[in-house]
């Protein structure tokens, strides 16, 4: 049974039934966690930079929401549920193992079609609505990154940008983070949405597979995006 945490207009449900049964009561991981087998978190505000120790400088959230997810994060890692996230999720997700933001490009990134390049060699569209952007914790693997790349000068940052970020052929070009992974706890989130495109498209296939690889146990595991 796969968990999904607010599915607030019925796409992300219609998107996790490809992996199995879908459930939208959260309970059931308070109750009888080992009937859960992936909780899927989904989009929406920004994630509190309380929570990763930055300061607010350009995030709009939902405390009430970050409280209520952290308790269901909480839950799930306790009982060793993989967990995955679509935009605002995956950024939750980043955030709870140790990972930070972006708080704002200053140049247009979501709102549209674009292309990603991901660490298993694959380059297809994908589609996105967010102005904020996953920067990975420690643990964290980045597997795909948007083809067009921005200027660390057009990021919104509290402090100095790890060197992950960057293209290393080009110190100052900011590769921005299309999928995170966090493979010894079973995490996986995509910044995209795949629920908004044909389930037949590229994008939303490599979700699934990697959702299937990552958290699921099922299928070779291709990490770290070159």
């Known amino acids: ?29 308070f109750t009888d966690p080992d009937c859960i087998k992936l909780v899927c978190f989904t989009g929406g505000e920004d994630v509190s930079p309380e929570l990763y120790g930055h300061k607010n400088l350009a995030s709009g959230n939902s405390k009430d929401r970050d409280e209520t997810e952290a308790l269901i994060f909480a839950m799930a890692k306790k009982h060793e549920v993989p967990m995955t996230g679509i ?18 490009l200053r140049r247009s990134h979501g709102g549209g079609h674009h292309r990603c390049r991901t660490s298993d060699g694959r380059e297809f569209e994908v589609t996105s609505s967010h102005h904020q952007m996953i920067v990975p914790g420690p643990e964290g693997v980045i597997l795909a990154v948007a083809e067009k790349a921005l200027h ?20 100052k070009e900011l590769l921005v983070t299309e999928a995170i992974a966090y493979p010894k706890l079973r995490i996986f989130g995509v910044q995209h949405h795949p629920e908004w ?30």
């Open 1 to 29: 049974m796969i968990l999904i945490v607010n599915d607030y207009d019925g796409l992300y449900g219609r998107f996790w039934k490809n992996l199995g049964e879908i459930t939208r009561d959260a309970s059931i991981l």
């Open 87 to 104: 935009c605002r999720g995956a950024q939750f997700l980043n955030v709870m193992c140790g990972g930070s933001m972006v708080q704002h």
């Open 152 to 171: 660390e000068s057009d990021c919104v940052y509290d402090g100095e940008l790890p060197d992950s970020v960057f293209n290393p052929e080009y110190p």
């Open 197 to 226: 495109q044909n389930i037949d498209e590229e994008g939303p296939q490599w979700t699934l597979a990697k959702t299937r690889e990552l958290c699921l146990g099922q299928g070779n595991l291709i990490l770290a995006i070159s």
